[in-house]
């Protein structure tokens, strides 16, 4: 099993309430990657937003410049919204992204839990669904030859027109990033892709129906088993303690989601809540090393088997000598255990 780090580049105050700024947050999620890569960890992985709290809507860009300065870690988008993109764009910008990066490259393309894209370049929310899939179809296409020939609703034609630069690996993986919705998993099953699934509440077994779903379309489709993979996309955290870690935490998760909660009005901030979501039952990926590498393990059990755990950090990063520290331990006393558990 791989494991890794997502990061949102979220803007939260630090533990004396001081905001960092942009250029500081900047640089200390490049040096995040950088320890993630100098730890062993698998894959780092970089979001996008659109809003003036996270700094991270060019992902591709971010990654390029971790890619000078780190060896082996896989660099991935966290997700891309890709229906809000235009396709041969996002190619050619993870293409140039994996020749920089001798080959580490991949995308995990989604749709996006927020919604602020789709008025910023002019998309009708009407049209959320087919917008995604004409453009996943399309990206596809890029990804399989140099000179397409393609037409659809949502982009002018293509006729056969190269698309440079082609990429080092023969194939960037391509990702289907999803959240609870059936029909998504379906289509990444049919469609043979690895699945990324964003779990950041309740527990991670609520989700085995939905994965049961995705392995069911593909094994119909005509897939080997090996090739539908299945990644986790967690809210997590390490300290030396389960209270370290958790205190760390909940300064930044609790200053964002009751943001989020005043305008979605369905999230319960309160400590105790959290508190029980780092519990044995809950989703959170949070507390020592031992502590996590069995929550790990034991997500992986109830998911069927995971080829990927991602840890969702960014909320802490108001915290970056935090921050530091949590992804150390993951390389260093997590990613042991679950490697040899699952050797």
Request: aromatic fraction near 8%.
């Given at each position: 099993?791989?494991?890794?780090?997502?990061?949102?580049?979220?803007?939260?105050?630090?533990?004396?309430?001081?905001?960092?700024?942009?250029?500081?947050?900047?640089?200390?999620?490049?040096?995040?990657?950088?320890?993630?890569?100098?730890?062993?960890?698998?894959?780092?992985?970089?979001?996008?937003?659109?809003?003036?709290?996270?700094?991270?809507?060019?992902?591709?860009?971010?990654?390029?410049?971790?890619?000078?300065?780190?060896?082996?870690?896989?660099?991935?988008?966290?997700?891309?919204?890709?229906?809000?993109?235009?396709?041969?764009r996002v190619f050619q910008d993870f293409a140039t992204l994996d020749l920089i990066s001798q080959g580490r490259a991949e995308i995990?393309?989604?749709?996006?839990?927020?919604?602020?894209?789709?008025?910023?370049?002019?998309?009708?929310?009407?049209?959320?669904?087919?917008?995604?899939?004409?453009?996943?179809?399309?990206?596809?296409?890029?990804?399989?030859?140099?000179?397409?020939?393609?037409?659809?609703?949502?982009?002018?034609?293509?006729?056969?027109?190269?698309?440079?630069?082609?990429?080092?690996?023969?194939?960037?993986?391509?990702?289907?990033?999803?959240?609870?919705?059936?029909?998504?998993?379906?289509?990444?099953?049919?469609?043979?892709?690895?699945?990324?699934?964003?779990?950041?509440?309740?527990?991670?077994?609520?989700?085995?129906?939905?994965?049961?779903?995705?392995?069911?379309?593909?094994?119909?489709?005509?897939?080997?088993?090996?090739?539908?993979?299945?990644?986790?996309?967690?809210?997590?955290?390490?300290?030396?303690?389960?209270?370290?870690?958790?205190?760390?935490?909940?300064?930044?998760?609790?200053?964002?989601?009751?943001?989020?909660?005043?305008?979605?009005?369905?999230?319960?901030?309160?400590?105790?809540?959290?508190?029980?979501?780092?519990?044995?039952?809950?989703?959170?990926?949070?507390?020592?090393?031992?502590?996590?590498?069995?929550?790990?393990?034991?997500?992986?059990?109830?998911?069927?088997?995971?080829?990927?755990?991602?840890?969702?950090?960014?909320?802490?990063?108001?915290?970056?000598?935090?921050?530091?520290?949590?992804?150390?331990?993951?390389?260093?006393?997590?990613?042991?255990?679950?490697?040899?558990?699952?050797?």
């Amino acid at each position: 099993m791989e494991l890794g780090v997502d990061s949102f580049a979220s803007l939260v105050p630090d533990e004396t309430g001081r905001m960092p700024a942009p250029t500081e947050l900047m640089s200390n999620l490049i040096r995040e990657i950088e320890l993630a890569d100098e730890v062993g960890l698998d894959a780092f992985g970089i979001g996008e937003h659109h809003r003036a709290d996270f700094i991270d809507s060019a992902p591709a860009i971010i990654l390029a410049a971790a890619a000078a300065r780190t060896r082996a870690i896989r660099l991935h988008s966290a997700v891309t919204v890709l229906s809000a993109a235009d396709p041969v764009r996002v190619f050619q910008d993870f293409a140039t992204l994996d020749l920089i990066s001798q080959g580490r490259a991949e995308i995990v393309a989604g749709r996006g839990s927020f919604v602020d894209a789709y008025p910023l370049f002019g998309l009708n929310l009407d049209h959320y669904d087919e917008l995604y899939a004409e453009k996943l179809g399309l990206l596809l296409e890029l990804r399989a030859r140099t000179h397409v020939t393609w037409s659809g609703r949502f982009r002018p034609s293509l006729t056969d027109q190269g698309v440079f630069p082609r990429p080092h690996q023969a194939e960037i993986p391509i990702w289907v990033g999803v959240g609870g919705t059936p029909a998504s998993f379906v289509r990444a099953g049919t469609l043979g892709l690895p699945l990324m699934v964003a779990i950041i509440g309740g527990s991670f077994a609520r989700f085995r129906s939905l994965v049961d779903l995705y392995r069911e379309a593909g094994r119909r489709a005509g897939h080997p088993p090996e090739r539908l993979r299945v990644g986790v996309h967690a809210m997590g955290f390490l300290g030396e303690t389960a209270g370290e870690a958790r205190d760390a935490f909940y300064l930044g998760w609790v200053y964002m989601f009751t943001k989020l909660a005043k305008e979605r009005g369905r999230f319960d901030v309160s400590r105790e809540h959290f508190d029980a979501l780092c519990g044995p039952g809950g989703a959170f990926l949070i507390g020592d090393p031992e502590t996590v590498a069995d929550k790990v393990l034991a997500a992986s059990e109830a998911l069927g088997g995971l080829s990927r755990v991602n840890f969702q950090m960014s909320v802490a990063s108001g915290q970056h000598t935090a921050m530091l520290r949590s992804i150390a331990l993951l390389g260093s006393g997590v990613a042991p255990l679950v490697r040899g558990a699952t050797a």
